[in-house]
């Protein structure tokens, strides 16, 4: 059974830059497409960014201009690459991605991000 495995969370300053991984455990099931979700304390789970299978890209506002999302075709890894961090920002990150030639939707166990001082 495949599965998505993140990496790349921890504690970082505000201000400070972190970049979040997402792979398959099985490099035979590509990924098509990917997005990364979070869910911050008493928050909902929400979208932070998403990539098709053509590459193009869209961010919620509050990553724009802060974030960016990719997928590395070689590596079969989706990043997501976060700059300028902010105390907001601290959450459990999920991967989400369509993988396979079936489309198959899976997602990442999370990857908690800390943004303090």
């Known amino acids: 059974q495949v599965q998505l495995v993140e990496s790349g969370g921890g504690l970082v300053q505000p201000g400070g830059s972190l970049r979040l991984s997402c792979a398959t455990s099985?490099?035979?099931?590509?990924?098509?497409?990917g997005a990364w979700y979070r869910q911050g304390p008493g928050k909902e789970r929400e979208l932070v960014a998403h990539?098709?299978?053509?590459?193009?890209?869209n961010y919620a506002d509050s990553a724009k201009g802060r974030f960016t999302i990719s997928i590395d075709r070689a590596e079969n890894t989706v990043y997501l690459q976060m700059n300028s961090l902010k105390p907001e920002d601290t959450a459990v990150y999920y991967c989400?991605?369509?993988?396979?030639?079936?489309?198959?939707?899976?997602w990442g166990q999370g990857t908690q991000v800390t943004v303090s001082s």
């Open positions: 989400n991605a369509n993988i396979g030639f079936r489309g198959s939707n899976l």
């Open positions: 990539i098709t299978t053509d590459g193009s890209t």
């Open positions: 099985r490099s035979i099931f590509r990924i098509n497409a």
